[in-house]
């Protein structure tokens, strides 16, 4: 656009048009080009504006991915860490049960698991004050009798959840 404005003043300095008609629409096309001309380059300018707060806004993004994702390594990091503490603990408490469990009678290690099985996880649970940890229920006088009665060695279950109760000095009997 800028050539053929520069080619349409230079032939109207020439002199080489010499009809006042076409000098007239030579004068009005270097006008409307030149006024095209700002337009092109208003809307260029928009367009370097627009693109400079793109690449501000990829900048910032870039900036917030890049602290997002060393939280994520962090966390990650973390979360390795804790898995490799509970695998050592899972290894270490497994070694202590099956020691454990070697000294305890075999029919009452069957009862164990199968009520293990049967409880989510949980196959005998602790008698405190009265309470039965597994399914958090007071035990009625009855109970308490019973247990209060029952030789050490006996085992003892809830009759709310069937887990095997373990008494101990805490047990408020």
């Known amino acids: 656009m800028r050539q053929r404005a520069n080619r349409d003043q230079q032939r109207l300095d020439s002199g080489a048009v010499t009809s006042p008609k076409d000098l007239e629409n030579l004068q009005r096309e270097i006008t409307s080009l030149a006024k095209r001309q700002g337009d092109l380059e208003d809307v260029v300018l928009e367009v370097m504006e627009r693109r400079e707060s793109a690449q501000e806004r990829v900048a910032e993004l870039t900036e917030r991915t890049s602290s997002v994702q060393s939280k994520i390594d962090d966390a990650t990091g973390r979360r390795d860490a804790a898995f490799e503490s509970l695998d050592g603990e899972t290894a270490s408490v497994t070694k202590e049960r099956e020691v454990v469990s070697a000294s305890v009678p075999a029919d009452l290690l069957k009862l164990y698991d199968k009520l293990r099985q049967q409880q989510g996880g949980v196959g005998a649970a602790r008698l405190f004050q009265r309470r039965c940890e597994g399914c958090r229920l007071e035990l009625n006088i009855t109970e308490v009798n019973d247990v209060k009665a029952a030789s050490p060695d006996t085992v003892l279950r809830c009759e709310n959840c069937r ?11």
């Open 163 to 173: 887990r095997i109760l373990v008494r101990t000095s805490e047990s408020g009997l």
